[in-house]
């Protein structure tokens, strides 16, 4: 039943007592004063149906404990301490100095009723109510938009864990269904958990077992699809078709009708990775960091670092991009922002549905990439000017400059590009002293390095000119 906290004050009563200390104006001083207007019993009322039973820990204090966790980024066990130890949350929740807490559980078991309520997001509505109410966020135009990885706290399944947990399950969900499995599943123990004993470094052994274990799913779901069931049993019955499939291909020579299959030797879409939790995906944010879980999208207003929205999605789909579900963050902000985001925010179809919403998109561009592999013709310079062997010099009348030297026109481009040919240049360009003579020659085979459409290593008189290519 729900519980509630009565209306007089403790003898001990922290904000009777020390309540001078906490900073006035202090997100402690605001909950101690509104508490009870941010979070009535009324709002809770759903979470704890029944009129009997042990009472929970009072909404009010569940609330701004909920809160003060979220602000100080606390883990449940530090968070109850701070509630046990620290004056300050003592009297934003309204409890005595002598106080002594509740369990680190009490906070996951409110968590896990809130998000499998109607309303998961009740708490975080109470309080962007009060912005709007104080108007903390007025005058502010600007939204920075990011994700986020969230680890799932369970081990990846392999291929074999999955069927056989998912048999499991079948087993265990639908009514009925032992006396079938046993009759038509005998590829395992069912009853035991973990893997068959076989000889896992042969091939053929492996490729047995599957084949074995893949007919056992679809023999136990052609028995139980026509049958009528509640929801969590036609959950965990197709569950179990989509483990069956997921991962599985026939085997070379097979027509898929005579049960012989092999594990595929790819990854399947949006492919379900453990039994345990199916919404929890592979993900990666770089190359090089991968991580098992779910994505948190959050849109903030950069100045005062509050959130304005947030919405936790499984980690790949189509709908579960970046820039698919920064749109619906931002879909209750007023007209005329400016939106922040990384690259991951760029996509076309996102900036033109902000500008069409009456944003102002500024969006990190991507990395730049060559247009072409390193080391092809293209990326190679192919002028480069080299001095050329000293000519013979011949004695000038006295007063008269020496003769300029020749400068041969510069190469041909492959044929393969064929651009116009370079106008020859005058002599008087070779003329310096400190040349004696001039002549063009290609680059030596190589990456070469290019700098705003320039040729890094072409220093001579015409290093300003455009790139031939």
Known sequence: MLGASGSDREVL????????????????????DHRRLLFPAEMFADLFPASTGRPSLAPEIAGAVLVLQALERLSDRDTVAAVRCDIRWKVACGLPLDDEGFHPTVLTYWRRRLARSDRPNRIFGAVRQVISQTGALAGKTRRAVDSLVLDDAVATQDTVTQLIAAVRRV????????????????AHDYTDPGKPMIAWDDQAARDALVSALVEDARRLV????????????????????????????PAPGSDSTD?????????????????VDPEARHVHKTVSQRQDGYKGHVAIEPGTGLFTAGRLTPATGAGNTEAVVALGLLAEEPVGLTVLGDTAYGTGDARAALTAAGHTPIIKPAP???????????????????PAPSPARTRSPAGSPPPAPPCSAWPAAPARYAPAAP?????ASCTSTAMTGCYATPAPTGPATIHSGRIAGNTGPWSNDPSPG
Not at 13 to 32: C, E, I, M, N, Q
Not at 368 to 386: D, E, F, K, N, Q
């Open 222 to 249: 052609t028995a139980l699809t026509a049958a009528d069931h509640n929801e969590t049993a036609a959950q965990a019955v197709a569950l179990l078709a989509l483990v069956a499939g997921q991962d599985v291909e």
């Open 259 to 275: 049960g012989r299959w092999r594990i595929a030797r790819k990854v399947a879409a949006d492919r379900v990775i453990l039994t």
């Open 13 to 32: 009563d922290a904000r009777a007592l020390v309540g001078h200390l906490v900073a006035p104006g202090s997100v402690f001083a605001f909950l101690a």
């Open 171 to 186: 087993i265990r969900e639908v009514p009925g269904t032992a006396a079938v499995a046993a009759s038509a599943c005998q």
């Open 368 to 386: 730049l990439r060559p247009a072409v592999a390193a080391g092809s013709p293209s990326t190679t310079s192919r002028w480069t000017r080299t």
């Open 423 to 427: 106008p020859a240049r005058p002599a």
